[in-house]
């Protein structure tokens, strides 16, 4: 298994502004996965976090708007930037645990209000 | 990716067994079925995965039937605290090697006193 930190939990933000949402895990990690989930809908990821290298983004997002980092294998943030009313949305991270099957783990996100 | 199809909402009544039915045609030969709740202000959370025929643990079963174009999740004797998304997703065999899930757009649960 594997626990995720996120941080911070919630935050409610002036538009322009840029927040930058942590994740920590308790493990060693190749990938980390940043999603977004917007009010009453599904996971959408935006990225994929490799350590060492820039990451990859999904069809719709991009870096400039979105910059993330992956320092080491266990840590990774995401940045909102420029921050509009339609980025407001939890942002989640979440990550595999070890084994032959595909079981991931999430954090308990961050909730984002864009005001 | 394989696509799901579920139902986006069903209602149960406490002590009842739910099954909530998903659909994935194009399911490939390596992928596995994944089943994942999420409880409002909450990260997804594990469930159940399998591959074929008949999968239980302490918090469901998964039936899955030979041609595997389809699976059912069964919650057995639901309760209030049931009350949730269900997310059922279908994709490969890690392997070691990390591979991003893609969600559906899920059944919300309501489980009724």
């Known amino acids: 298994s594997a626990v995720i930190s996120q941080k911070p939990s919630r935050d409610i933000c002036q538009r322009g502004t840029s927040l930058t949402i942590q994740c920590q895990v308790d493990?060693?990690?190749?990938?980390m996965f940043w999603y977004r989930q917007q009010p009453g809908q599904s996971l959408t990821l935006i990225a994929t976090a490799n350590q060492g290298s820039e990451a990859t983004y999904e069809s719709g997002f991009v870096i400039d708007k979105f910059p993330i980092s992956r320092p080491n294998l266990t840590f990774s943030t995401l940045t909102v930037s420029n921050m509009s009313p339609e980025d407001s949305s939890i942002y989640l991270c979440?990550?595999?645990?070890?084994?032959?099957?595909?079981?991931?783990?999430f954090g308990q996100g961050t909730r984002l209000t864009v005001v | 990716l394989a696509k799901t199809t579920q139902p986006i909402s069903m209602d149960s009544y406490e002590g009842q067994e739910v099954n909530i039915t998903c659909s994935h045609n194009n399911i490939a030969t390596n992928d596995y079925i994944t089943w994942y709740q999420q409880f409002p202000s909450q990260g997804p959370r594990f469930i159940i995965q399998g591959y074929k025929t008949k999968v239980t643990n302490e918090v469901a079963s998964l039936f899955i039937p030979a041609d595997r174009k389809s699976s059912t999740l069964s919650l057995p004797r639901v309760s209030l605290s049931d009350t949730a998304v269900y997310y059922c997703?279908?994709?490969?065999?890690?392997?070691?090697?990390?591979?991003?899930?893609?969600f559906g757009s899920g059944t919300q649960l309501t489980v009724l006193p």
């Open positions: 997703l279908v994709g490969g065999l890690s392997s070691g090697s990390a591979r991003q899930l893609t």
């Open positions: 979440s990550v595999y645990g070890t084994g032959l099957n595909t079981e991931a783990f």
């Open positions: 493990s060693q990690v190749t990938m």
